[in-house]
Structures are given as C-alpha cells and as structure tokens.
Nanobody
C-alpha cells in the first residue's frame, strides 16, 4: 500500500510559479512511475506529467511543455512538479499518482493522492 500526500498548491498571479510536492509512504517508492494529473472545474481529469522510476524518462502534456518540470527524489520518497509561467487555465486540483510497471504499461495508476488546489489569477 502506498499513500500519497500532495502539498504546495495555492493562489498565484498569472506568470508566477509554484512547486508541488507529493510525499509517498512505503519502501518501494522507487519502483513506481509517478504522475501528475489535474481536474479543472467542470472538466475531466487530465494528464499533466509523468516520470519513470529512475527519472530517466519524463512525459508532459502539450499544454504544459516548456513551463512545467517533473522530478523525483527517491531518497526522500517525493516527486515534484515545478510550474512556471502559470496561466489562469492552469487552475485546477492537482493530483499525484503512482503506478507499478504492470499498471504503467496499460496507462493505469495504482494509487492516488487527495489533491491540492492551484488557482491562477489573471
């Protein structure tokens, strides 16, 4: 079992930055591919970014490429999402997720956090 706790959300003006963190419990954190998703008001949950277990491969939605950076520290059981040049359309609840290899290859995640709110004002 893995528990994920997101932090770092808040209110920021357009053009500003935030760094989200996701702390994971458990001793097998380094086995998981970690992802970030977001759900904007009235919309479905969308993929934002993912990073494989070693950090050697990262993936981004087109809407955040060049602005967001995902990273992980396996020694701290934490994954980060650095968000720069934020736009009002980035406003959403951001969720952290963890996927074992057997789930990742199917595009599935095994565990989800509770989410953290990011609000970008214009």
């Amino acid at each position: 079992q893995v528990q994920l706790v997101e932090s770092g959300g808040g209110l920021v003006q357009a053009g500003g930055s935030l760094r989200l963190s996701c702390a994971a419990s458990g001793r097998t954190f380094s086995s998981y591919t970690m992802g970030w998703y977001r759900r904007a008001p009235g919309k479905e949950r969308d993929f934002v970014s993912a990073i494989t277990w070693s950090g050697s491969n990262t993936y981004y939605a087109d809407s955040v490429k060049g602005r967001f950076t995902i990273s992980r520290d396996n020694a701290k059981n934490t994954v980060y999402l650095q968000m720069n040049t934020l736009k009002p359309e980035d406003t959403a609840v951001y969720y952290c997720a963890a996927a074992l290899p057997s789930s990742w290859i199917h595009g599935d995640y095994d565990y989800w956090g509770q989410g953290t709110q990011v609000t970008v004002s214009s």
